[in-house]
């Protein structure tokens, strides 16, 4: 048994370490996490809940609010919704779609200049799950 654990932690390593591996590299990486937020090494955030997207797209806004980011600006992309907002040099991207009349995924972006900000995009999900919970 001693054996074979080297060379789990062999492969477990070459999959993290691979390119084209990223969803099993976050899987890895987040085993164990109490977080129910999915999110990819480029920085964006998904989670997807149980409500119609009116309700989500309502808790978002009022997330945006409270974290102190300026509401622009929302659209229409096919049957999804865009919301987007302003947080100093950040721009802000929530994407709401509708997977059923009662599921709503939600996908969360925050870039910096050319870069991301996955901590914010996961914090953006993470107070949108809270005004849903107290409502």
Known sequence: MSLRMPYAALLLASALVS???????ITAFGVGA?????????????????????????AASTALTRMGFKPESGRKEGTSEVLVAKANDREISIELEPLSPTSTRMRSV???GLFYDSATAVEIILQTEKVLARS
């Open 34 to 58: 109490s977080t129910s937020v999915s999110h990819t090494l480029n920085g964006i955030a998904y989670r997807t809940f149980t409500l119609p997207s009116a309700s989500v797209k309502g």
């Open 110 to 112: 925050v870039k910096q």
């Open 19 to 25: 390119g084209g591996c990223e969803p099993m590299a």
